[in-house]
C-alpha cells in the first residue's frame, strides 16, 4: 500500500527528534581533548537538560489542567457560537500537549545520552567527585593539550600558528608552552604523514578522471551514504578503495 500525504504528514508531527547519540558522544562530549573535561561538559549538559525537563514537566501540567478547565467551559456552555470558539480552544490547548509532550521525550532523550557519558566514566561517587570537583592539574593538562590540538590544526590549514593561538601559548608557563608545542607538532607531523598516504592511495581515481576526455562530472555528496565513499569515485574505480578495504579487513580482525 503505497504511503500517503497524511501518513507523512501523522508521522512528522509525532518525530521528536534533537541530538543524536552520535552527535551528543562526539561532537559535543568529546568536543574537549581530555577526559576529565568531557565528563565535565556531559555533567554540564546534563544541568541543561535537567533543568528543560522540569521547565517543560511543570509546563504540561499547567497546559493539562488548562485543557481540563476547557473542556469543562466547553460542557457547560449554552451559547452555540461561543461553543464553537470554546471548542478551538481546547483543539489548540490539545496541541499544545503534544508539543510539549514530544520535547519532553527529546530531553529524556539526550539526557540518557549524557548520563552514559558520565556512567562510563564513573561507576562511584566517589569517582564522580575526581571530575565534578574543580582539579588545578587536569585543568593544566587540558590546556596544554587543547592548544596543541590547535596550534595543530593552525599547521595543517595555514602552514603555521596563528597570531591568537600564539598569543595564548605564550601567556602560558614556558613549560606549559613547551608541551603545548610539542603537542601540536606531534600531532601536524603525524596527520601530515598519514594525510599523504592517503592521497598517495586515492590518487589513480583522479588520474584516471584525468584521461577521460568526456568526463565532466564534478563529485557530489548524493548517496554517500551507500558505501561512505564519494559516488564518483565508486563510478570511477567500481568502488575499488584501498581505505575502504584496509578499514574493512582490520574490522575482520
Same mark, same amino acid.
Given at each position: 500500500?503505497?504511503?500517503? $500525504?497524511?501518513?507523512?504528514?501523522?508521522?512528522?508531527?509525532?518525530?521528536?527528534?534533537?541530538?543524536?547519540?552520535?552527535?551528543?558522544?562526539?561532537?559535543?562530549?568529546?568536543?574537549?581533548? $581530555?577526559?576529565?573535561?568531557?565528563?565535565?561538559?556531559?555533567? !554540564?549538559?546534563?544541568?541543561?537538560?535537567?533543568? +528543560?525537563?522540569?521547565?517543560?514537566?511543570?509546563? !504540561?501540567?499547567?497546559?493539562?489542567?488548562?485543557?481540563?478547565?476547557?473542556?469543562?467551559?466547553?460542557?457547560?456552555? &449554552?451559547?452555540?457560537?461561543?461553543?464553537?470558539?470554546?471548542?478551538?480552544?481546547?483543539?489548540?490547548?490539545?496541541?499544545?500537549? &503534544?508539543?510539549?509532550?514530544?520535547?519532553?521525550?527529546?530531553?529524556?532523550?539526550?539526557?540518557?545520552?549524557? /548520563?552514559?557519558?558520565?556512567?562510563?566514566?564513573?561507576? $562511584?561517587?566517589?569517582? /564522580?567527585?575526581?571530575?565534578?570537583?574543580?582539579?588545578?592539574?587536569?585543568?593544566?593538562?587540558?590546556?596544554?593539550?587543547?592548544?596543541?590540538?590547535?596550534?595543530? !590544526?593552525?599547521?595543517?590549514?595555514?602552514?603555521?600558528?596563528?597570531?591568537?593561538?600564539?598569543? +595564548?601559548?605564550?601567556?602560558?608557563?614556558?613549560?606549559?608552552?613547551?608541551?603545548?608545542? +610539542?603537542?601540536?607538532?606531534?600531532?601536524?607531523?603525524?596527520?601530515?604523514?598519514?594525510?599523504?598516504?592517503? &592521497?598517495?592511495?586515492?590518487?589513480?581515481?583522479?588520474?584516471?578522471?584525468?584521461?577521460?576526455?568526456?568526463?565532466?562530472? /564534478?563529485? $557530489?555528496?548524493?548517496?554517500?551514504?551507500?558505501?561512505?565513499?564519494?559516488?564518483?569515485?565508486?563510478?570511477?574505480?567500481?568502488?575499488?578503495?584501498?581505505?575502504?578495504?584496509?578499514?574493512?579487513?582490520?574490522?575482520?580482525?
Amino acid at each position: 500500500m503505497a504511503l500517503t $500525504t497524511e501518513q507523512i504528514l501523522d508521522y512528522s508531527v509525532k518525530y521528536a527528534g534533537g541530538q543524536t547519540p552520535y552527535q551528543n558522544e562526539i561532537f559535543v562530549g568529546k568536543s574537549h581533548v $581530555t577526559k576529565y573535561r568531557q565528563v565535565r561538559q556531559a555533567l !554540564l549538559e546534563l544541568e541543561h537538560r535537567t533543568h +528543560s525537563l522540569k521547565k517543560i514537566e511543570f509546563e !504540561l501540567e499547567k497546559e493539562k489542567v488548562h485543557a481540563k478547565y476547557i473542556r469543562k467551559r466547553l460542557e457547560e456552555c &449554552e451559547d452555540d457560537y461561543e461553543r464553537e470558539l470554546i471548542e478551538i480552544d481546547y483543539k489548540d490547548k490539545i496541541l499544545d500537549i &503534544e508539543i510539549s509532550e514530544r520535547k519532553l521525550q527529546r530531553q529524556q532523550k539526550e539526557q540518557e545520552d549524557f /548520563l552514559k557519558i558520565v556512567k562510563e566514566s564513573c561507576e $562511584t561517587e566517589e569517582e /564522580l567527585l575526581r571530575y565534578w570537583n574543580d582539579d588545578p592539574e587536569e585543568e593544566r593538562k587540558y590546556w596544554i593539550a587543547r592548544m596543541g590540538k590547535q596550534a595543530a !590544526l593552525d599547521m595543517m590549514s595555514f602552514g603555521r600558528i596563528s597570531v591568537g593561538n600564539l598569543d +595564548s601559548i605564550s601567556m602560558m608557563p614556558e613549560e606549559d608552552q613547551l608541551k603545548a608545542l +610539542s603537542v601540536g607538532f606531534q600531532y601536524n607531523n603525524l596527520l601530515g604523514a598519514q594525510l599523504q598516504k592517503i &592521497e598517495r592511495a586515492l590518487k589513480p581515481a583522479a588520474n584516471e578522471l584525468l584521461r577521460d576526455p568526456n568526463n565532466f562530472r /564534478l563529485p $557530489t555528496w548524493e548517496g554517500i551514504e551507500e558505501t561512505l565513499n564519494v559516488p564518483l569515485h565508486d563510478m570511477i574505480t567500481g568502488g575499488d578503495n584501498p581505505i575502504t578495504q584496509m578499514l574493512e579487513g582490520s574490522e575482520e580482525d
